[in-house]
């Protein structure tokens, strides 16, 4: 793979990426600071004015020390002012998407693959959290934190380098990971997959991070036809991780069967998530991704108070 073919990639992945979070209403990551609280120890985003540290003006009072007084804004309005602060502490989400094998199907050409569709809604949940503040960590393919917490373009941008090169590259082997890497306290981890792995070994991979009692939030991607097999007559399904070929004479036969196991399993990933006290979203590859992206936007800022 060429540098030039992995940043074309890469920038492709950062333009779809940018398309989705434009679209969010920009507010959102606005009115998520002005609620915030801002005492000491809670998370201090919101302010008045401009700078990291700056809250508001208010008048003097006997509590306050001389040093306190803004002089500018005292002989502007005549009143004494004081420049009142804030504590500000960004908070830290971990992202993760999956581009394991069988998350390279689609259904049709005219369609992203379940990975792609995944890179790009990491990509601009990124982006909408480091606009709104925070810090991120991208977990690799195998759950370790690739670099530490980060905030800026810039992170985003080797965020969207890393994830294209996987893309591009054959994709190996799959297991869920053990996301064993120790993350930051009071950390939010997003986790986008299409999570067909066996209910056992999902909920196994999610136990280092219950342990760490941090906040998470899941989103099954899949594709079309994957939620409806809407084939029929005789159909031969291969493994994309070499489960091998498996032949159905009437495949139209077989759909409410496979239908009722996908719910089940789907109600299984839930029954997972809500015991951790995480939240669960659905997203399939044929429809935009912005509606998914605001309610996991609200889900993961709503902890972030």
Known sequence: MTL?????????????????????????VSA????????????????????????????YSKDDTPQAIDWRQTAKFGTVFVREREWVAAQTAAVWCDTSPSMRYRSSPKLPTKAERAAVMMLAMAE?????????????????????AAAGRLAVAQMADAVAGELLADAPESSMPSFASALPRHATVI????????????????????????????????DPAEETLPFSGRIRFIGLEKEGATV????????????????????????????????FGLHHTDRTPQATMAALHNAVTSHFR
């Not at 030039?4 to 959102?28: C, F, G, M, Q």
């Not at 909408?128 to 530490?148: F, M, N, S, Y």
């Not at 196994?204 to 939030?217: F, I, P, Y």
Request: proline share 3%; charged share 25%.
């Open 248 to 279: 159905i004479d009437r495949a139209e036969e077989a759909r409410a069967a496979y239908m009722r196991k996908l719910a089940a399993h789907r109600d299984g990933l839930k029954a997972i998530v809500a015991s951790a006290g995480w939240s």
């Open 4 to 28: 030039a073919v992995k940043r074309k990639e890469s920038h492709r992945l950062r333009v779809a990426a940018d398309a989705v979070s434009a679209t969010l209403p920009p507010l959102l």
């Open 32 to 59: 998520r600071r002005i609620a915030a609280s801002v005492t000491m120890g809670s998370h201090g985003r919101r302010r008045a004015g401009v700078g990291d540290s700056f809250w508001q003006f208010r008048p």
């Open 128 to 148: 909408l959290l480091i606009d709104g503040g925070e810090r991120i960590i991208r977990l690799t393919a195998d759950g370790r934190a690739q670099r530490a």
């Open 191 to 222: 986790l986008i997959s299409d999570f067909l792995a066996p209910l056992e070994d999902i909920a196994a991979a999610l136990s280092g991070l219950t342990r760490q009692g941090v906040v998470g939030h899941m989103v099954q991607v899949l």
